[in-house]
């Protein structure tokens, strides 16, 4: 699928390509997994943010994570950054660390199962579902 000037990538797919590719024992499958589901999470909340103008300082991650770890926001809100710091622990390991993970069929499960937590909740709170 190509994608025109006035279309935009829908992120979300990318959880659904990290689930077909979560369905085999093979180590580097399940680690670009683990990464693809992280990143349909972070771009998924990174456009929440971007649509509300709700961006702070920082590296492009800590910008988009830090915006829901702040003490007044909603309890979703703090859920979601708890959430995604498991995904981005998860998401380094896989990406860089040879060594970090015993179980990663487990684990890859753990952050595909994170990541639609997280955009489920983004839409609840996006008013889409």
Same mark, same amino acid.
């Given at each position: 699928?190509?994608? =025109?000037?006035?279309?935009?990538?829908?992120?979300?797919?990318?959880?659904?390509?990290?689930?077909?590719?979560?369905?085999?024992? +093979?180590?580097?499958?399940?680690? /670009?997994?683990?990464?693809?589901?992280?990143?349909?999470?972070?771009?998924?909340?990174?456009?929440?943010?971007? *649509?509300?103008?709700?961006?702070?300082?920082?590296?492009?991650?800590?910008?988009?994570?830090?915006?829901?770890?702040?003490? =007044? +926001?909603?309890?979703?809100? !703090?859920?979601?950054?708890?959430?995604?710091? !498991?995904?981005?622990?998860?998401?380094?390991?896989?990406?860089?660390?040879?060594?970090?993970?015993? +179980?990663?069929? !487990?684990?890859?499960?753990?952050?595909? +199962?994170?990541?639609?937590? /997280?955009? *489920?909740?983004?839409?609840?709170?996006? =008013?889409?579902?």
């Amino acid at each position: 699928m190509s994608i =025109g000037a006035t279309e935009s990538f829908h992120w979300r797919q990318f959880l659904v390509t990290a689930r077909a590719l979560s369905t085999t024992p +093979d180590e580097a499958l399940l680690r /670009t997994a683990t990464s693809r589901a992280y990143y349909a999470a972070f771009h998924v909340a990174r456009q929440y943010l971007v *649509n509300r103008q709700k961006l702070a300082q920082g590296t492009e991650h800590e910008r988009v994570w830090s915006a829901f770890s702040k003490p =007044g +926001d909603k309890r979703q809100c !703090r859920q979601i950054w708890a959430w995604a710091t !498991r995904l981005r622990k998860f998401r380094v390991e896989a990406d860089y660390r040879l060594d970090e993970c015993e +179980d990663w069929p !487990r684990q890859c499960q753990t952050s595909l +199962d994170l990541a639609e937590k /997280t955009i *489920n909740l983004l839409d609840s709170l996006d =008013g889409h579902r």
